[in-house]
Every structure is written in C-alpha cells, then in structure tokens.
C-alpha cells in the first residue's frame, strides 16, 4: 500500500520534495510526524501526518522549513529544536534551544527546557522507553564527537556524568545502554574504549555518588562493536571481523546477560532493518559486493527466513571478491577489497576505480552495486560489466576497527588518511592489476577532501580524479554553512591548527607547475552542508592555472548531489564517463 506518493506531491506542489524521515508514536503508530526537504537539503519541513487516514493533519505539529530535530513525548506534546528567530541558531547553523510544544498552542508558547552556548553545535531532545522506565535525554552537542547530557525529570534538567564522548543508543529495563568511544574509569569501575555498558541512569545525577553500570560486551582486535539496537527481546550487537559483519543477540537469563549468535552469511554487510516492540522479531539486510540486498526475517527464538532479495542490477557470473592489506607508510596494515573478472590478466593494464572515504568514523562495509549505500553508485554495470576493476579502500579515519581506527587520522595525523589511499594504490600497482595512468579515484564530502588532498600530494599515482561534493578550502571551512561543527575532525584554521592543515589543504597547495590527471568536480547549489563555494572556486583556480578538469553542479540535491533517479543516474553515468575517457 503507498503510504505517500512523493512524486505526485512533487508536482501538484512544483517542488521536489525528497522523503527524510516518518517517526510515528508508539504503540499505536498513528500519529507520525514527517519531515521532506524541499531540492534535498538537510533542512526540512515538518508536517504531521496520519497514518491511518493517509493523510496530513492540517492544524497539526507543522514546522517551515529548518534545519531541526523533534521527538514525540506524547500524543499532544512533541520537543521540538528548530530555527525560532533572531539569535537561536549556533555558529554551525543548528538549533540553541529545545522546547516543548503543546498541541493547539503556539510555537512561540513553546516551553524552553534546554539553552545551549552559539559555540556549540546544536542541541535537541530524545526520549527513550522501555517497559521499565522513561528517560527524557536533553543533549548539547559540544563538538562533532562530544556531548553533554541531562535527563529532564518533567520539571528540572539532571546533568549526567557520562563521558562526553560516550553514545547513549537506547533504554532496556532500568539500564542505559552506552557505547564509549574512550576508556572509562568511575567509582572503581573501568571499561575500556568500544565497550558497550548497562548504566542506572538515576547513579549519574548529581557531582557525586557510586556510578552503578555493568559490562555488556567489550570490542577486540578481532570483534569491534559497530551497532546496537535494543528490542522487546534482548539487545542486538552487530560487530565486524576484519570489515565482515556478524549479529548476536544478548538476552537477560538468571540474571546474567548473556550471548548467542544470530546465524546470518557472514562474508558481507549486515543491517538491523526493523524491529518489533511488539514481539521482538527483527528483519536484517545482507549484501556483498556480488550478492543483492537480501532480507531476513529473525523470530524471537532466532529461527531465519530469507524473505526477500532486490533483483540483481549487473551480471556478476565469472566475477571474484578478494580482500588484501597493503601497508602504509608507518606500517599499518590497511585492508581493501578488489571486485574483478575471474579471468583478469595481471598486466598493469586494468582500469581499476578506488573508493575511499577516510572519516567521521564511517565504516566502508561490502555492498551491492546499486543498493542504497550512497558510495555504491552502478559500479556493477557501469564499470565491472565493462571489465573494469572496483576498489573499497578501508582507510583510517572510519571505524572498521573501532574508535581507535577513527581517531588514528584526526587532527594533525589527517595525512594518515591520505598515507593509506596512497599505500592501497601503490599496492594494486606492485600487484600488477593496474598502474597509474590506469587508475582512477573517487571521494565524495570528506572523500573529496581527501582525493583532493592526495591528488595534490602525489598526481603522479593517479591518471583521474571524481571529487564530489567535496570540503577543499581548509583555511575557511569553519565560515562555511556547517564547517564549525567540524572543527573536532580537522582541527580550527584559525588558530595554531593550521600549521598542520595547510600542509594538506588542496585549494591553497594547488600549483600551476604541477601535472595533475584529470579531474571531474560535482556539487550541488542546494547543498547545505558543505557549502558549493569548495568545488567552485578550486575548478576556478584549476581554470586559471591550465589544468585538465570537468565540473557539473546540479541546482537540486542537497548533500547527496541528486533528488531524483534521474539526477543520481546522470551524475554516477557522468562520473563513469569521465573515468573510461581517461583511464581505459
């Protein structure tokens, strides 16, 4: 049944709106609150909707459009972290304050119950329940990875003493469940860096008092926790074994919580993709990079059922996926995986494409060509059909192995990041798939960053470049739309940082004397993220300087760079172009 058909809404209203988010109230889930962007922009609109009517609820909770966070309390109360004026919004372009909002009252009677400094990033309200208790989280964003927490009882705001770099996922019994990102040592307890945690939270409040919290499971060199997602049923951890998923599911039994392995393929990428309150029954997605998106259905005793596989996009017969390490320059083992013809020849002749990302602890984990990873674009038929060779690069700087993997490239050791693409290139070279005039690169966002940043490094390892959406000027990113609430990733150019961001920063390093391979530039004039100005101006400079480059900005699409099919496939047929004309 199509709940809403946003196409149709598309063009009675001569806007493309693009589908965000439908949050509906517990239990009934007839109450939902909807939130579409009008040309794909990380700013929304609000509007309630009806899920039983399938219909929006006219005098109902409805917000123009901001960038905003809200979360049901109860059926007539929402908190609600918007644009309210003069003076509500931080230097990153985000929220100050989270009120509560009465239903048939005005926005403007909104109760205010959280107040955060403009120099921090934003604040907004969660609301968390399990059958034993309700926890009302009041959170200031400090930074990117940073946070400070109160719970909000109904009349006063409790400040918690968490770690500010701790991540509270969810309530189960009288627990907090918290994944720490760093070690954390209280009241004689010590739980090291990628734990998760069982935390009362009522033995937080207050500066002192014996924190009560037990161990749930601990991260290891070869099981680092990547999810947590609590249902009726017990808490599901999924964990990565060198980039490949496994889901197990810890259950409270005489009082001890303990663990059992969903048994799921394990070769790939697995996703919790629903959960039932009602029954604990779950559905989890597999995918690989030769095997569609497949779901799974999970029961309460965790018999599985495949349920459902997207068609295949790409003729995948006679293809092989290996993994390899290559090391980098402080001799880090790196893993990547290759996706090629069985029958390749080892001649150095191979057009071969690395994607790499190398970031805000985002894990690259195998995936379908055509599914809806943003990074998967059609690889599969674009680029593998045609006998081409794909490459995931699993550099520092994501979390494949966990918070210290991320935290390896922050800050002055961001040229790690570009070390390891380096060293995954040179690796595909020695192995004789391909050489440089054959091998291209792609980065989008922080990727772009860092194909840019490497492309000026060394130009001599690549023979093209697809830098989307990309951040370039590193000497004036913080000025930029959100750039401040970066600042925790790169560092501040404004200060001292900068000695060790200009030694990478594209648009200030980039020289006309330099023989750089050719170079595809796309962004968006509705990106309201990473502001459009990075790509223009360095295809400006690249202009005046002679260099070999292309550039297309497309005037919808937000952080993504497309709102529609149509968009997506002629930027990815774009890109491909680009990479066949100069590599093959």
């Known amino acids: 049944q199509t709940v809403i058909d946003i196409d149709a809404m598309s063009a009675r209203d001569e806007i493309k709106w693009v589908f965000h988010v439908l949050d509906c109230l517990a239990p009934r889930y007839e109450k939902c609150l909807m939130r579409l962007s009008p040309g794909g922009g990380d700013a929304d609109e609000l509007r309630e909707f009806n899920a039983r009517t399938l219909t929006f609820v006219e005098d109902g909770f409805n917000l123009p459009k901001a960038k905003m966070y809200v979360e049901w309390i109860d059926q007539d109360r929402i908190f ?11 230097e990153s372009g985000y929220p100050r304050f989270t009120k509560i909002w009465q239903r048939g009252t005005s926005l403007e009677d909104a109760k205010i119950v959280h107040e955060v400094t403009k120099s921090s990033v934003n604040s907004y309200a969660r609301r968390l329940s399990s059958e034993s208790q309700t926890v009302d989280l009041l959170v200031e964003s ?16 409790h400040a918690l003493r968490l770690p500010s770099s701790a991540v509270v996922e969810d309530v189960i019994e009288n627990y907090l469940v918290v994944s720490l990102t760093e070690d954390w040592t209280s009241d004689g307890l010590n739980f090291k860096q990628g734990s998760v945690v069982l935390v009362e939270p009522r033995s937080l409040w207050g500066e002192r008092g014996k924190v009560k919290a037990k161990l749930l499971r601990a991260s290891t060199p070869d099981s680092i926790i990547e999810d947590v997602e609590v249902t009726k049923n017990g808490i599901l951890v999924t964990v990565l074994n060198d980039v ?39 559905f989890a997605r597999y995918e690989d990079f030769l095997t569609p998106p497949t779901l799974f259905g999970i029961d309460a005793a965790l018999n599985t059922e495949k349920v459902l596989q997207q068609s295949a996009t790409f003729d995948a017969e006679g293809m092989v996926v290996q993994q390899r390490f290559a090391k980098s320059a402080d001799g880090t083992r790196i893993p990547y995986f290759v996706v090629m ?12 494409h690395i994607f790499a990302y190398g970031g805000f602890r985002a894990s690259l984990t195998p995936s379908y060509s055509g599914s809806y990873e943003p990074h998967n674009g059609a690889y599969g038929k674009a680029w593998l059909e045609r006998g081409g060779v794909f490459v995931s690069a699993n550099i520092r700087g994501g979390a494949e192995y966990g918070p210290a993997w991320h935290a390896a490239a922050l800050l002055e050791n961001r040229h790690k990041a570009f070390e390891d693409l380096e060293a995954v290139a040179e690796d595909l070279i020695a192995g004789k798939i391909t050489s440089s005039q054959h091998l291209g690169i792609e980065g989008r966002s922080n990727g772009g960053l860092l ?3 490497t492309m000026i490094r060394r130009p001599d ?19 930029l739309l959100a750039g401040a609430s970066w600042m925790a990733e790169y560092g501040n150019p404004d200060t001292n940082d900068w000695e060790f961001i200009k030694q990478y920063s594209p648009y200030q390093l980039i020289s006309e004397d330099a023989d750089y391979p050719p170079v595809f530039f796309f962004t968006s004039t509705r990106d309201d993220r990473v502001h459009p100005g990075h790509a223009r101006k360095m295809a ?15 005037t919808e699409g937000g952080h993504k760079g497309s709102a529609t099919a149509e968009q997506t496939a002629r930027r990815i047929a774009t890109s491909f172009t680009h990479l066949w004309r100069s590599l093959k």
């Not at 309210?84 to 931080?90: K, Q």
């Not at 889901?247 to 039994?253: H, V």
Request: with cysteine; glycine share 8%; aromatic share 12%.
């Open 80 to 90: 609600v972290s918007t644009d309210f004026g003069d003076d509500s919004t931080t």
């Open 142 to 157: 400090l930074d990117y990875w940073n946070r400070r927490f109160h719970q909000w009882d109904g009349k006063k705001a």
């Open 244 to 282: 490949k998923s496994k889901i197990y599911r810890y259950q409270k039994l005489a009082g001890e919580w303990l663990s059992e392995a969903v048994e799921l393929p394990k070769t790939g990428q697995l996703l919790i993709a629903a959960t039932s309150n009602e029954t604990g029954e779950f």
């Open 341 to 352: 013809k069985k029958d390749i020849k080892l001649d150095g002749k191979n057009p071969t």
């Open 451 to 453: 194909v840019g940043a």
């Open 461 to 479: 390892l690549y023979g093209a470049i697809v830098c989307g959406v990309p951040l370039l000027d590193m000497q004036r990113y913080n000025k």
């Open 540 to 554: 400006a400079k690249m202009q005046a300087q002679g260099h070999n480059f292309e550039y297309f900005e497309n």
